[in-house]
């Protein structure tokens, strides 16, 4: 069961309670009474801040060994505007515009500096709707609250005192089979209250505050006279109101002669109104000495219950009810349709995201690994554009040297001891550029051997120039390569070109030039061959003549040496 602060807020004292709060359905034991205390205001307080006065309410509490948190107050009624206002027959939903309307024409002072709180009469039909309006100044109100605040409490509830001991009177009266119209009669001290309940509904209040200066006589005597007034008023309001109850709430040592008197005046039954009969207290909470006082405060507990009366509470009043706009339900749920369809675009994009990342850290993966392999290759493919390279420059030395010794005189004249074959090693060959060269050493029976030789190279220097002269010597007896049948050396560099396309012979002859011979049968059927620029110097044992050749050939010769042919 929650706990509840009550207090009836006075302007000089405080009456309060500290309770756990229960469904009304237990009884008694709904409300459970675990202290009970009066705090008596300081003068010097009376005009001080609500911070101040939060201050002194908090150390009296701690002083009291009072805890809580959730407080509800009750007002006297002597500290609120109660009114009976007649409205046009409506509906309950129009009642809460057509009671402010009404109660702000008729009160004298600006309806947005009150707290308004209404209680409804039963509807009568053909005739007005009767309310009972209760206000309260926000100002006072919102003191109240910052008192609490500064004291550690929250308010929870603002009601009055009337409501509150009409729900103490109906919880007294639920044994009753019917229900009657009460009177009750409140007196502390000075103060004197005044209310009529018909089923469980307020129909009257009233409240004033006798002279301090009466005697007990005297108060009894002003009392009944306040009553008989209440009664007055109650007549004009309305005439077919009749009490049947009346219900006493003083101070024990006035109950024997104001209750023989009130039943004389009312002449009807009056009986005495112990609040703490309605409630159940703790074994350790010692019974007040006058529990008049703390009727307000154990109202408002048994109202938090489950209230049977209809209650007053200025921070809660009657609303007219939020009328239902088909537009604003349409708006909201085009809203969530709008949400929801926004949350699957973020949970559809979230995903191709998350799915697109995975794949792109996937791909940046296999690209380190295929970097790191191709690396890891470099080396070989270098290799092979290198051997590649090497390749397609490569010669076929095997075919050239066939081909070249097709053009070789006889073995019997003249031999190769020696052959060197070496590549072309240009860096940016060109089409047509040589692609090799031989270097031929080798002996010969004669001069004439050697140049026969240089004569058959020189017409094929398309395919074979030569790139050095053929050097032909007689070789010496101390030589290693000496052979008296050959004494003639010579050395020879033979250039490669690449293979040319075989041209085709064009048939019949052509016109000769002025000045030119004309060719035999023979010649004509051969290609033309255009002589190479080549130096071949021969050097015979003895003086010879110099051979004549196709292109100007330096020739040297030698006589041969001693033991040597000639």
């Known amino acids: ?64 060994g009072v805890r809580g948190e959730k407080v509800v107050v009750t007002l006297p009624r002597s500290d609120v505007v109660v009114k009976r206002l007649e409205v046009p027959d409506a509906p309950d939903d129009e009642l809460p515009i057509l009671v402010r309307f009404q109660a702000a024409a008729k009160s004298s002072q600006p309806i947005d500096e009150l707290m308004l709180d209404f209680l409804p009469a039963p509807r009568r039909e053909g005739l007005p709707r009767e309310v009972l309006v209760a206000t309260y100044p926000k100002q006072s109100a919102e003191q109240i609250r910052a008192v609490c605040t500064a004291a550690g409490l929250q308010l929870a ?59 007990a006589h005297e108060q ?29 709430l003083v101070s024990p040592g006035d109950h024997t002669s104001l209750l023989t008197s009130l039943k004389s005046r009312l002449g009807c039954e009056v009986n005495l109104l112990d609040p703490l009969t309605s409630v159940t207290l703790e074994s350790r909470v010692a ?93 070989v493919v270098a290799a092979a554009g290198k051997l590649d390279k090497w390749n397609k420059r490569s010669v076929g030395w095997l075919d050239e040297f066939a081909e070249l010794g097709q053009h070789l005189p006889p073995r019997d004249r003249l031999f190769v001891t020696e052959l060197k074959f070496e590549e072309a090693n240009q860096p940016n060959p060109k089409p047509g550029d040589p692609i090799g060269k031989v270097v031929a050493v080798g002996l010969a029976r004669e001069r004439k051997d050697v140049e026969t030789l240089t004569d058959t190279l020189i017409k094929e220097k398309d395919r074979f120039p030569l790139g050095a002269p053929i050097t032909p ?47 035999n049968a023979t010649d004509k059927a051969k290609p033309e061959v255009k002589p190479v620029t080549g130096k071949t110097s021969v050097k015979p044992s003895e003086p010879e003549k110099k051979p004549a050749t196709a292109q100007p050939v330096a020739t040297s010769a030698t006589a041969p040496a001693k033991g040597g042919r000639p």
Request: aromatic share 6%; net charge neutral; hydrophobic share 40%.
């Open 287 to 379: 019974r007040p000495t006058d529990p008049s006082l703390y009727a307000g405060p154990v109202g408002i507990l048994l109202s938090q219950s489950g209230d049977r009366v209809a209650s007053i509470d200025f921070l809660a009043p009657r609303q007219p009810p939020v009328k239902k706009d088909p537009r604003k339900k349409q708006a909201i749920l085009a809203g969530i349709g709008v949400g929801v369809a926004a949350l699957l675009g973020i949970s559809w994009y979230t995903y191709e995201y998350l799915r697109l990342n995975a794949q792109l850290e996937l791909q940046i993966a296999e690209d380190r690994e295929l970097n790191e392999f191709i690396k890891k290759g470099e080396p």
């Open 220 to 248: 009894q005597q002003a009392t009944l006279a306040e009553v008989s007034r209440a009664l007055v008023a109650l007549k004009g309001l309305n005439a077919t109101v009749k009490v049947e109850r009346g219900w006493l």
């Open 157 to 215: 509830s603002l009601g009055i005192t009337p409501v509150a001991l009409a729900e103490l009177v109906a919880r007294n009266e639920v044994s009753q089979t019917e229900p009657h119209t009460s009177i009750v009669v409140s007196r502390h001290g000075q103060r004197l209250e005044i209310f009529v309940l018909r089923r469980e509904l307020l129909l009257f209040s009233h409240g004033t505050r006798l002279p301090e200066d009466y005697t």
């Open 473 to 519: 010597a007689p070789t010496s007896e101390t030589s290693s390569s000496h052979d008296k049948y050959y004494p003639w050396h010579f050395e020879s560099e033979i250039v490669i070109q690449p293979p040319r396309p075989a041209t085709v012979a064009v048939a019949g002859p052509k016109p000769a030039a002025k000045g030119v011979p004309v060719q």
């Open 1 to 64: 069961m929650p706990d509840l602060m009550a207090l009836e807020w006075g302007s000089d004292q405080l009456m309060g309670m500290t309770a756990s709060v229960g469904a009304a359905s237990a009884g008694a034991g709904a409300v459970r009474i675990r202290s009970c205390f009066q705090l008596q205001q300081p003068p010097e307080l009376e005009k001080a801040d609500p911070a101040q006065i939060g201050a002194w309410l908090k150390d009296e509490l701690a002083k009291q």
